[in-house]
T-cell receptor, first 112, second 109 residues
């Protein structure tokens, strides 16, 4: 079974803090994704990566950056957290974009 | 403009009362349509992939079908444990994945 894990289930941070969210997958998938999910808006793509050290902006990259130094690990960085970044963050991976994505359990981030 | 719409937003069923959830789409070049189940506070769990019109997939009480404009997720004789939000996602010809906002299903014992 594909397993995608995320470093925290719940996180509370203060405005202006730098926040790191980590995601690890164990199926040797090339493609990894970061989404945020908000009520009424569905899942929105922040960034994705199709190979080590490669990254592409998604629909809402502003205020975020990413890092992929190893194939199995994809990190999302909030450079200076703001209250409008309070959300559920979901990581996903897939071997090929034509196939289904497998999601991690999510991180509920609250920025106060 | 590529768009994915799910209906209804919410659905309440009695245990055993069969129904269908709808996912309609207007995209440029469908490469695949995916159905997910999401429980509160958790990540989406993959259910089905459909690639071409006429294709059907089944798993326990769930059956997914696909036409050129929409997909249905049929739920036969649902049980309370089927309560969840069901998401569909459409992969376009440009390799963009669009998610619907989901249907929240509640099955009452």
């Amino acid at each position: 079974d594909v397993k995608v894990t995320q470093s925290s289930r719940y996180l509370v941070k203060r405005t202006g803090e730098k926040v790191f969210l980590e995601c690890v997958q164990d199926m040797d998938h090339e493609n990894m994704f970061w989404y945020r999910q908000d009520p009424g808006l569905g899942l929105r793509l922040i960034y994705f990566s199709y190979d080590v050290k490669m990254k592409e902006k998604g629909d809402i990259p502003e205020g975020y950056s990413v890092s992929r130094e190893k194939k199995e690990r994809f990190s999302l960085i909030l450079e200076s957290a703001s209250t409008n970044q309070t959300s559920m963050y979901l990581c996903a991976s897939t071997k090929d974009r034509v196939y289904e994505q497998y999601f991690g359990p999510g991180t509920r981030l609250t920025v106060t | 403009e590529d768009q994915v719409t799910q209906s209804p937003e919410a659905l309440r069923l009695q245990e055993g009362e069969s129904s269908s959830l709808n996912c309609s789409y207007t995209v440029s070049g469908l490469r695949g349509l995916f159905w997910y189940r999401q429980d509160p506070g958790k990540g989406p769990e993959f259910l089905f992939t459909l690639y071409s019109a006429g294709e059907e997939k089944e798993k326990e009480r769930l059956k997914a079908t696909l036409t050129k404009k929409e997909s249905f997720l049929h739920i036969t004789a649902p049980k309370p444990e089927d309560s969840a939000t069901y998401l569909c996602a459409v992969l376009t010809g440009a390799n963009n994945l669009f998610f619907g906002t989901g249907t929240r299903l509640t099955v009452i014992p």
